[in-house]
Each structure stands twice: as C-alpha cells, then as structure tokens.
C-alpha cells in the first residue's frame, strides 16, 4: 500500500480550487500540513470518492472544505465521535480526522482518549499550533510555558500536554509526530499512519504566525517554520538526544506502533463467536 | 403460534428500531433507558447492525449522525442529563439535515432529578434545546404499542424530510410491560431515504427542491459534497450573504409545515361537541382517557386531544377542536410546558387551565376528575 | 571484475636494492580506509628494516571527501612527498580519485590498482540543477587499461563480498598490492594480524589472499577483449539546466506573501514585489528543489521540472 503513485502529485487534482484561495492567514502552516495529507492520499492512491475527511471546530476544522472529497465539518471537538460512527457504518471509506489542539485535547479529549483506546481504523490528525487562532488566540493545553496569549496576559501558567504519549498511553496503534517544515516526513509519515489498520494519531507541528507569533515575537512565517527544527527532533535520535535536547524533549517520527486488533475486525469476530453458539 | 407478546415499553423500542431498518445504534448508559441499549446490543448484530457503547452522551449522539451521513438509518436513546449533552450535536443534525431518531425516556428533574421516576419535563426542551431556530419533529406514544408504533414512524419521517426525530417516552410507559402483537403493527415496508442520483456535476447537496426536501449525496456515489454546521448555501459551502440565508434557513424551517399531512399525529375522541377539552400527552393522556369516561358518566360533556406528534404542535388541528369549548385542562407531568404553546392558540371564549404535578408521581384519573369538577364549580 | 582462473605472470615488481625511494600513492575519499591501508603499508616498510615516510591529507574530507596518503620508503627517504609523475604505484580506493592522480604515476613502469567502486563527490554536483552533468571522470576502465600497461582494476568490495565480509574490502586491496612489492606474503598477513579487530583475523586474511590471487592471476590481455564496465559517470544531459528546465509557476491571487518561500530558498532565486507577492526573479538558479513548493501554505507555487520524481 505504502507503494509510490505511478503518477506525479498534482496538488489542483485534490483541492476544490473555486474555493481559493483559502481563508487561512498568511505564513498559516495548516495549509502546508494540508499540502502533506493531500500528497500521501495521492501516493497511496486513494480515491477522492473513497475518502472521507471529517473535521471539528477552529482554523483546523475549516481546512477539510478544501479538499475534494466527501467532507463533513462538525462539531466543536467531536470530530473522532463522528468518525467513529462514520466508519463504523461505512467501513469501505478511509477516515480522516482533522483536529486541532483545543478540539482535540481539550473540548475533545475524552473522545480522543476513546478513540485510542478502541483503536477503529481512523487516522487523526492533530494540527497543533498552540493555540486558540480562530477566537483570537486564547491559551490551549499546548501552549508552551510563559507564552503570551489573550487569556494568560502575563504568559502561561499551565502544563503542557504532550498529545503523543497521551495517545500513546491510551493505547492508539500507531502514534506520530511531524513538523510541517519537514513536509516529505509529513507526507510519509501521514502515509505510513494511513496505511495502519488501526488507530493512528499524528501530530503535526504547525505554526500560528498572525496570532500566536505576533503576541510573542516569534518572527515572521519562516522564522517561525525554520524555528521548529530547533525544538524537535527525528524519534530515531533515540536516548541521546533526550539529553541533548533539554528544553522540550520533544521527538518527530513514528514514536509508536502496534498490531493490537483493529476495533472492527474485534467486533465482528465477537459477533462471529455468538452466531456459531 | 400468537405473535402476542408480553414487552417492555424500552424493548419495544429496541425492536421497533430494527424493523424499521435502523444498522446503527450508539448510546451511553442512563437510566432509565439503558434496556433499549441492552436490547439494541443483542438485536443489532444479528442483523449485521453496529452496536457500540460511546464515552459519552455526546459522543453518542456524534456518532449516529457520523453513521447516518455514511448511509445508515440510526438512533441513540437517553433521558434528561444525556438529553441536554446530545443538544448541540442535535441542532447539527437539523441544519444539515441528517436523519436520525433520539429516545428520550423522560426523568424526573432538573438536573440529575429523579432517576426512576416518571415526568414530562422535557417538552420544551425537546422543542427548543438545541440553539437557534430549527425543524424537529417530537412524537409521544402513551402505550408499549405506540412506542412500537411510533419508532417505526420516527425513522420513517426522520429518513423522508430529512429531520432528527426525537420519541419523548415517560419513564412509566418505557418500563411498562404490556401485551402487543408486534407482528401486526410491524407494516414491514419502512420508508428509505432518499438518495442522490443525478448528475454529479454542479451537484447542489440543499438545492430548493419542490418537495423541499433535497436528495441526500451518499460517500462513496461520486458527489464529493461539503456538510458543514456552519450556515451553508445550496451548493453546501459556508456562507454569510443574508440574501442566501434568509433562503436556505426558510427552507429548512419550511419544510416540515409543507409535509404537514406525514407530520401531522393526532388522536382525539369527542372534542367535537365538547365543552371541556382535556389535552394530554404521554401516560398522562391515559389518566385523562380515564377519568373522561367518568366525567361522561355524569353527564360532562368532555372530549380528549392527545397530539402524538407533539412538536411541530398541529396548530390548526387543536384550533378546530377548541371550538367550541369553554374550558381547556392541560395536565402535564411538569410545571406547565406545553400550555404555554396552547395559550398562543386559545380563542377569546376558552379558558385555559393547568394541572401540574412534578413530584415523581403520574397524574391519577382521579386528579384530573376532581380538577374538572373544581372549575365546573368555580364557572 | 571477478576472480582471473588462473596465475600468467608475476606483475612488475621493482628490485629493492635501488638507491632511491620506493613511493606508493594511496587515493580515495573520506571513510574507504586510506589512512589505515597506508599504516600497514608503513608498518611492514618499517619492520623490513626501510626508512618509511608517510605523509597523508585528510583533516577536511570527512566521508565523501579526498583523501591521500603517500607512502615512501627506502634506505634513506629525506622528503614525505612523492613528486608528480615519480608514483610506483598508485593505488586507488575509488575510481575518479584514481584518475585525479594519474600524473603522479612513474610513466612507462608504474602500477595503477584501482577498486572501480565510484562514489560521487560533492564538489562534482556543483551544479544543482536537475539533470545538470555531474563532474564525475569520464575515463572507463578501458580507456585506462589500454594506457596504462600495468593497470589493475578490480572490484574490491565484490571479491570481499564472496567472502562474506563486505568490510574486508580494503585487505583485498592490500592483497592486490602485496604484488606490486617485493615483501614476503607472511610478513604482510602479520601486520594485517595487527590492525584488524582479533575476530576478523581469519576473514581478512583470507580477503588478503583473495586481492593477492586476483591480481596474480590478472591477464590484462582478455580482460581488455572481455571487458564488461563500461561505465562511465559522465554522462551527457539531454536537457539544459536552468529557466527552461525547472519552471516556477506562481499563481498571483492565491499568494498572500507570507515571505516563506524567499526566505527559504537555497538559491534565493525569488522575491517579494512591490504587491508583495512573490516572483521569480533569478529563474536560471532554480535548481527545481522544490522547497517553496512544499512550504507555500497558500498552493500558490508550482514548480514544473520534466521529470518529476516523487519522493
């Protein structure tokens, strides 16, 4: 499946190009991340009427619009819920989530734990830019510390979620994180996560660069982008780079992989064993 | 062999659901209608249906939409604290016109209120509980056999207008056990929604159809539309231009008064030439049909309007059978919900009088009796 | 290159009584074993009672990069560098560094061993855009046999390879030019005993007699009638670099001039305009790397090269 598409990646075959452009704020990494997805769906060769994109809430929620395919923009933090009903029903279609950081983790976080836990074939990814950008830029649980936002005037307070080992601790099958800088590993990492039949959370470090980089100074668009290099690094670096890279300790790569059984594939075995009794 | 049964008002629910077709349940347990879940649970699977236990009521409610849209009839059951949670996914099911049947098997409240005990407390958040203005159709069977009956009929409705659809259920009959012939009520012909098959190009998902209700474009047929809770215009894009709007919410808030004849539910006996006309939903309804008959007895000329399907309220219907009544008696298992609807529809001669009770306990015959005979007197 | 079947004659081995330095010039890049096969060429030199000077250059070469070692030995050797065109014997870990030294080859009896392993250097890519030629030798192995009369190319990492042990390429090159010096074969099997880890002593001995067996048995005649490499990494592109080969395609009303793409081009080939949306402005360096592609959040760039290659 993870075989490379005999055809170049055209980008206009994917989006709904009466729509642009889009309504995203200059330098936006969402766009990029965007750019990834659509190209990994384009290398896997996945066909716009078999994909589903089902988005919630925020500047996040809105990029699903953009692709041509079966789209369907939710409610505020329950993309996943409506996923889960979606390929439960519908298990021929490939399911895509597109979330953010608030709708994720914070409206959505006891959906997203869930998610995880039953490990239904649905690829989520959660664009985190660390921060509220569609409200005007209020704190989210990703913000970093002392960052300045429109509800922590005197910088953030409060902890950091790290989204990849709590899905991970909730038992996702396969966890990733990329940054859009590196946008060939975000393809293929979103790939790789598309193609496991199973759970698979991907997290995609995006940047905010009207909102979130004015409010701290972070620089312009690609100060910003060219910024996340120095934050995370590749999964692969291994134990070595924990030490070295103390300020966030973050990692990019494929963090996580199991073959735990598919939800689906549970149930109907279940339903199978009744049926034989 | 009889195809009688003895049945629980929730489990003839459950069975309801998957004579109508419904492959699709998604709930979270609350009493009490956890036995529709437990049902659904055991029946699903034997018909290739999903059943799946959801994190939350939310949850729940997101999921039988998500369900729906990829083509599945479905339906959750709740009662008042999950029925609050399941509000704003509601209101997403109305305006993107996604079918799906909500049970609602009313409790005692507010908030987490009485568990086991009956109420109607629900009626008007049944109406309004979702935000802004919205189509939803609300029925309310007053015996396991309506439940069946009214089941089967929300997920027709629900599948041809293209409208959530919610069974408000007292807790008393949900756990009532009575004698049905399932067999016989079960027309084994459910309607089927209606699926896009035109042209795929220039394709409007919420085109202005006659009927006002557009073909729905199934995953997977080559559509490729856009379903969004934002505001959207025909083509099923976003938009803000009030022109576009104003029509597209007008259609959506039209359409159930132009199918009025398939919406429309009501059961009445002898409002006619009434002078009293009790209206009553619900198990309350079954208190009323009681303590009529002893009215009648004593010469009371006294007629019954039972709106089964109570939202949207058959307005011109209830017109007509207050007529020519003096005296209107609203007995209701909260504190006065739906008389506030009926007060809009009064005329000048008609008085309009409540008799409410949110104790845990239904409304006895003899209340209702006695009530009557009150404002007799008084007149 | 595979194993000769069978010894025609000894190669060129010069006397050792002769007054003047012998000199062997070790090529190749960053991370082949230059330094460690001229250590033990050293060593021997050493322990055979030579006066040995070994002068290499390798501090900037990292992998990928030259690296050359010269090796001079005799009675009494005074300078550690072999002049242009005074080599013995030019051995070389990888083909194009071969040729880089060929003048350094004694002319007429000078051996030239090379390994035909070719590794690109970065310099040789200099010019970034697609297709563009690369710097790499275009001297074939056939071209060299024919000019060199005592030339030896053979395919190193194959012979060690059959052995099993890919790592052991460089002790066959010590096997080949154990041939080319008049040292006796147990004296070289003992230094080789020194420097290798104590548990690939038998495997690399072994690689040792392979290299020997391989160039003894070389008969350059039917090589030169049967040869198979032709090989060459020069090759001709067939499109022109530059402008008319990666296009950038910019689609004005869909850029909102978020800069990332001119700040992220390698080539700074684009600009903001006065409407601060983007332009090509030095379309002859675009290399079609496709970095602004990739980076516009707005789908406002394209880059069209003729032959897409996806990632």
């Given at each position: ?277 | ?93 109305a ?6 049947v909500i049970?609602n098997?009313m ?13 109607q407390?629900d009626v008007m958040q049944a109406r309004w509980g979702?935000?802004?203005d919205h189509p939803i159709i609300v029925l309310t069977p007053w015996s396991?056999?309506e439940i069946?009956q009214q089941t089967l009929r929300a997920f027709d409705l629900s599948?041809a207008l293209r409208v959530p659809v919610v069974v408000l259920i007292d807790?008393?009959i ?17 309607v ?19 009927d006002l209700v ?38 959506l808030l039209q359409k159930l008064e132009h199918h009025n004849d398939l919406v429309e539910c009501v059961n009445q006996s002898d409002c006619k030439d009434a002078e009293i006309v009790i209206v009553a939903y619900g198990i309350t309804a079954r208190a009323a049909q009681?303590?009529k ?9 006294v007629g019954i309007f039972r709106p089964i399907t109570l939202w949207p309220f058959p307005q011109q219907t209830f017109s007509e059978a207050i007529a020519n009544a003096r005296l209107v008696l609203v007995p209701e298992m909260n504190?006065g919900q739906l008389i506030v609807e009926i007060e809009r529809y009064r005329n000048d001669s008609t008085r309009i009088i409540g008799l ?24 | ?311």
């Open positions: 499946m993870l075989d490379q598409a005999k055809t170049p990646f055209e980008i206009r075959d994917y989006i709904r190009q009466q729509l642009f452009p889009h309504f995203m704020c200059p330098g936006c990494g969402h766009g990029i991340a965007l750019r990834a997805l659509l190209w990994a769906i384009h290398d896997l060769g996945i066909a716009k009427d078999d994909l589903a994109i089902v988005s919630g809430i925020g500047c996040s929620g809105r990029i699903g619009a953009y692709i041509d395919a079966n789209t369907f923009h939710t409610t505020h933090g329950r993309p996943l819920a409506f996923a889960t009903g979606l390929k439960l029903a519908r298990p021929d279609l490939h399911v895509i989530v597109i979330t953010g950081d608030g709708d994720c983790l914070a409206i959505g976080g006891n959906h997203l734990i869930h998610a995880c836990r039953r490990n239904l074939d649905i690829t989520c990814l959660m664009l985190n830019n660390e921060i509220y950008g569609m409200t005007g830029g209020q704190v989210s649980p990703t913000t970093s510390s002392d960052r300045y936002t429109t509800t922590t005037p005197e910088g953030n307070y409060e902890p950091v979620f790290d989204a990849c080992k709590l899905a991970q601790g909730a038992g996702a099958g396969f966890v990733g994180r990329e940054m859009t800088l590196q946008t060939p590993s975000l393809k293929k990492l979103i790939q790789q996560g598309i193609a496991h039949p199973g759970f698979s959370f991907l997290e995609v470090i995006s940047d905010c660069t009207e909102i979130y980089g004015r409010k701290n100074d972070l620089g312009e668009s690609a100060e910003m982008v060219l910024s996340q290099k120095a934050d995370f690094r590749s999964a692969s670096y291994g134990m070595i780079a924990d030490e070295v890279f103390q300020p966030r300790n973050v990692k990019t790569g494929v963090l996580y992989k199991d073959d735990r059984p598919e939800y689906a594939q549970a149930y109907r075995q279940k339903i199978a064993s009744r049926a034989k009794k | 062999m009889s195809s009688v049964q003895n049945i629980q008002g929730n489990h003839a629910c459950a069975l309801a659901a998957v004579a109508a077709g419904c492959r699709f349940y998604a709930g979270y347990p609350i009493t009490p209608s956890s036995e529709i879940a437990e049902r659904m649970s055991v029946e699903l699977p034997a018909v290739n249906g999903i059943f799946v236990q959801m994190e939350d009521e939310i949850a729940s409610m997101g999921a039988i939409i998500g369900a729906s849209m990829g083509g599945a009839k479905t339906m959750t059951a709740t009662s008042g604290p999950g029925f609050s949670l399941k509000q704003e996914n509601l209101g997403y099911a305006a993107t016109e996604v079918p799906c049970i098997v409790r005692g409240g507010p908030s987490t209120g009485m568990p086991t005990r009956p109420a407390g979702t935000h802004g396991v056999q069946y599948e807790e008393v949900g756990h009532l056990v009575e004698s049905v012939d399932l067999a016989k009520m079960n027309t084994g012909n459910p089927e929604r209606k699926w896009a098959d035109s042209s795929q190009e220039d394709f409007q998902p919420y085109a202005h159809t006659e557009p073909p729905m474009p199934r995953p997977g047929d080559g559509y490729r539309t856009h379903t969004t809770g934002l505001t959207h215009a025909e083509n099923g894009f976003p938009t803000q231009d009030p022109e576009v709007a104003n029509r597209v919410i007008s259609r009681s303590a008959q002893q009215l009648q007895g004593e010469g009371v000329k504190a409410n009770r949110y104790d845990g306990e239904p409304i006895s015959p003899q209340q209702i009796f006695n009530k009557v005979k009150e404002v007799l007197q008084d007149a | 290159m595979t194993t000769a079947v069978k010894p025609v004659k000894a190669p060129n081995t010069p006397p050792l009584t002769i007054p003047r330095p012998h000199n062997v010039l070790i090529v190749g890049v960053g991370g082949q074993g230059v330094i460690m096969i001229s250590k033990v060429l050293a060593t021997l030199c050493q322990e055979q009672g030579f006066e040995v000077k070994q002068s290499e250059v390798h501090g900037m070469a990292k992998r990928g990069g030259a690296v050359f070692s010269h090796v001079r030995f005799g009675e009494i050797v005074h300078s550690p560098t072999i002049p242009e065109g005074e080599a013995d014997v030019l051995l070389a870990l990888e083909w194009a560094e071969g040729m880089r030294w060929m003048p350094y080859l004694r002319q007429q009896s000078g051996t030239f061993i090379a390994d035909t392993q070719r590794i690109v250097p970065p310099f040789a890519c200099r010019n970034r855009t697609r297709g563009a030629r690369t710097g790499y030798v275009g001297e074939t192995i056939q071209t060299v046999m024919e000019q060199v009369e005592n030339s030896f190319a053979l395919d190193a990492m194959g012979i060690a390879k059959q052995l099993g042990v890919v790592k052991a390429a460089n002790t066959v090159l010590l096997g080949a030019l154990s041939t080319a010096l008049d040292f006796p074969t147990e004296a070289w099997k003992s230094v080789i005993s020194k420097f290798v880890p104590p548990q690939t002593t038998k495997v690399n001995l072994l690689a040792f007699d392979a290299g020997r067996e391989w160039a003894l048995g070389f008969d350059r005649e039917s090589e030169l009638r049967n040869i198979k490499d032709t090989r060459s990494l020069h090759q001709e592109s067939t499109v022109e670099a530059g402008a008319d080969y990666s296009r950038v395609e910019i689609t004005e009303e869909w850029c909102k001039g978020c800069d990332i793409c001119v700040k992220f081009c390698p080539e700074r080939c684009l600009i903001m305009n006065e409407k601060l949306i983007v332009e090509m402005a030095e379309p002859e360096l675009c290399t079609g790397c496709r970095m602004c592609e990739w980076l516009c959040p707005d789908f406002a760039i394209t880059v069209h090269t003729p032959n897409h290659v996806p990632l």
